[in-house]
Each structure stands twice: as C-alpha cells, then as structure tokens.
C-alpha cells in the first residue's frame, strides 16, 4: 500500500523537498481512508529510503532545521 500512497500523492521533480512530517500526516490520512494501520514516521522514513523514493536530509526552513525529502512534490 506504500506504493498505492506514492502513486496518488508525488510527483519526482529534483528542484522541490517536502519534509517528513507532511508525509506522515498525509500518510495517515491515507491509512484511515484506506483502512490500513498507521506507522510511525521513522518507519515511513525507513521504507521510503529502502524505495529510494527521494532522497533524505535535514534543511534550514525558517531557520529551523528540518528533515526534509528531496526530489519530491505533491501532485496538485
């Protein structure tokens, strides 16, 4: 189902990052709707690193640093 959740939500696009707790909100909105248990954000984290679904690290947003994964967007 992590793959239903990728398929629906991003688009690959190199220039743009989301950070990691959007994902995980968004991933437990689709949990609920879906039916599905939900995971922690470190487990998202670690199956969307074994996909190689994005790339992640830590970014100054607001000048607060965050974690953040690169080369993905929500689709509109």
């Known amino acids: ?3 239903t959740f990728i398929n629906e ?3 690959r ?3 743009s990052f989301i950070s990691h707790k959007a994902i995980h909100r968004k991933y ?3 949990a609920k709707e879906n039916g599905l248990d939900e995971i922690s954000q470190s487990a998202l984290t670690k199956r969307l ?3 190689m679904i994005g790339r992640s690290d830590k970014k100054s947003v607001n000048r607060k640093v965050t974690k ?3 080369g ?3 689709k509109s």
């Open 9 to 11: 939500n991003f688009e």
């Open 28 to 30: 437990i909105l689709f």
């Open 13 to 15: 696009d190199v220039e």
């Open 68 to 70: 953040v994964r690169y």
């Open 49 to 51: 690193n074994r996909m």
């Open 72 to 74: 993905l967007r929500w």
């Open 1 to 3: 189902m992590i793959q």
